[in-house]
Structures are given as C-alpha cells and as structure tokens.
C-alpha cells in the first residue's frame, strides 16, 4: 500500500494529490480552487475575499449611478456617428471604469464589477427599448437596425469596462 495517498478532506471518499497552499489541507479536484498562486481550498478562497472586499454600500449605488449616466450620454452620443462608434465604445467603457475607479478609491469588490456592467446595460436601454418593443408589438424588422448600433455599444462598454475595472480591481 502506497502510504502517500491522502484524501480529500471534504470528501473522505476521494484521493487527491492536491493540497491547500495556504491551510495545507487536502483537497480534491472539485475543492480546489486555481488561483495565480497555485490550488486553495474553498474556505481559505473565502477568507481572502472578506479581506478584500472593503467596499461599501454607497460604493455600489455610486458604481451603478456613475455607469448608468455615462453609459445613457454615451449611447446617445455614439448613436449619431454610426459605424465610428465601434471604435469609440471602448474607450467610454474605460472612462466609466476610471470614473468608477476615482470616485471609490482604494476599496475593492467583486460585487463593484458587477454594478459597473449593470449600470452600463441600464444607461444604454433608453435608446434599445424603443426598438425593441417596436419589433414586438408589429413594427417590422426595421426596428432591429434602430437598435443595432446601441446593443452594440452597450456590449463593447460594458466588456471593456469591466476588463479595465477588474484589471484594476483584482490583483
Ligand atoms: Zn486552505
Ligand atoms: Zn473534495
């Protein structure tokens, strides 16, 4: 018998190589967690987090709040130059993510990630719900082009922000 086997302290049916580089416990496939670091256990992935995550609620609101009026301006603006504003969508996603940046310094969230893409999609369905419900309610495929250019818009922003704010955010 091979006395190097250890199980996965969470499930003491399964063999594992693996062990917890922070705890040292062992851990099965499915209990590891890769970080850039090498293999944690879910409960020191945890741990970490609640270190991390320092913001606070009105971090969130200011997020969101911030997002959705340059993503609402930014639609609006990007509207009127067509084809162009496959081009200029990226950079008023990393405006957001800087201004989100500014605006709630040093304290960080995963959850802030997140209010930065929702308060993009939210800023830019003023210029898609029209045409939207006009191709629901009869208006013909002709309000699918109406809001090609926003949709589009709205998914460069909020992908380029949340790569800029996460690239900023997590290290
Ligand atoms: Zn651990
Ligand atoms: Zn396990």
């Known amino acids: 018998m091979d006395s190097d086997i250890t199980f996965c302290a969470n499930h003491p049916d399964r063999e594992t190589g693996l062990s917890c580089n922070r705890c040292g416990k062992s851990i099965c496939a499915s209990c590891a967690v890769h970080t850039p670091t090498g293999y944690r256990c879910k409960e020191c992935i945890k741990e970490q987090r609640q270190v991390f995550n320092t913001a606070r609620v009105t971090d969130y609101v200011l997020a969101f709040v911030i997002s959705t009026a340059l993503s609402y301006i930014g639609s609006i603006f990007v509207s009127m130059i067509g084809f162009f504003l496959l081009l200029l969508s990226p ?53 699918l082009i109406g809001i090609l250019w926003p949709s589009l818009f709205v998914l460069i922003a909020a992908s380029t922000a949340y790569t800029r704010f996460s690239g900023i955010n997590i290290r």
Do not use: D, Q
Not at 106 to 114: A, D, I
Not at 121 to 143: E, H, K, M, N, Q
């Open 91 to 143: 950079f008023v996603g990393i405006i957001i993510a800087e201004a989100v940046r500014k605006i709630t310094g040093k304290r960080k969230s995963p959850g802030l990630n997140k209010a930065v893409v929702i308060g993009v999609v939210v800023g830019g369905l003023p210029r898609i719900l029209p045409g939207l419900l006009s191709v629901f309610f009869g208006g013909g495929l002709g309000g």
